[in-house]
């Protein structure tokens, strides 16, 4: 039962747009949201998160937004660099769950065309 | 500053050996978690410890075992491996009171151990 959901294995965005990765999730007791960059050969490196009190949350050119009615979070990157080349890991916690255990979804490659 | 360090970073086991994970947290952290990821999945919660204690256990059988030191570093085993045990095995660390709002979890670039 995959209770985060990345939909979209891999997305290519021209240098310079705005690269758009979509997350679902299905568990109502899940109250915050993070978003992970991995490289090959390396760990999940912390980007942004959202708690579920807010709709949006900004960083930098990182902009995450959430959608509780519809099960919906979006990280938006604008604008896109070759550096963001990587696989972008959804993740979702619950503070009833009484530990830190994160579930992550199954990722996107974004690729970022020069 | 020295980020969360795991060792070995590659490993090839035969079913049904046994393998020892190891994994250092962050200086400071007192919270060590344990996580599979399987190729074309995303990381899977295998455990969180805890000053010592286990917090949380994710679905994986009893084979898997793990604990903390006084030192806060923590050791993940796998008996009697099998196939399908084959992933890269990632350490995570964070302070462990001040739960993901302030304190996210900080991976190491894990152990990719494969079972033959």
């Known amino acids: 039962d995959q209770q985060v959901k990345q939909n979209s294995p891999s997305l290519s965005v021209q240098e310079g747009r705005i690269s758009i990765l979509n997350c679902d999730y299905t568990n109502s007791m899940f109250d915050y949201f993070l978003w992970y960059k991995k490289y090959p050969a390396e760990g999940p490196t912390f980007l942004i998160s959202i708690s579920s009190i807010k709709d949006k949350n900004e960083d930098g050119r990182f902009t995450v937004f959430l959608n509780k009615s519809a099960k919906h979070l979006s990280l938006h990157i604008v604008p896109s660099q070759p550096g963001d080349s990587a696989v972008y890991f959804c993740a979702a916690s619950g503070t009833n769950f009484g530990n830190e255990k994160l579930t992550f979804g199954t990722g996107t490659r974004l690729t970022i065309i020069p | 500053d020295a980020g969360v360090t795991q060792s070995p970073t590659h490993l090839i086991k035969t079913r049904g050996q046994h393998v020892t994970l190891r994994c250092s947290p962050i200086?400071?952290?007192?919270?060590v978690s344990w996580y599979q990821q399987v190729l074309g999945q995303g990381p899977q919660f295998i455990f969180q410890y805890y000053e010592k204690e286990e917090r949380g256990r994710g679905n994986f059988p009893d084979r898997f075992s793990a604990r903390q030191f006084p030192n806060y570093s923590s050791e993940l085993n796998v008996n009697a491996l099998l196939l399908g045990d084959s992933a890269l095995y990632l350490c995570?660390?964070?302070?462990?009171?001040?739960?993901?709002?302030?304190?996210?979890?900080?991976f190491g670039n894990g152990t990719r151990l494969t079972v033959t």
């Open positions: 995570a660390s964070s302070y462990g009171t001040r739960g993901q709002r302030n304190s996210p979890l900080h």
């Open positions: 200086s400071g952290h007192k919270s």
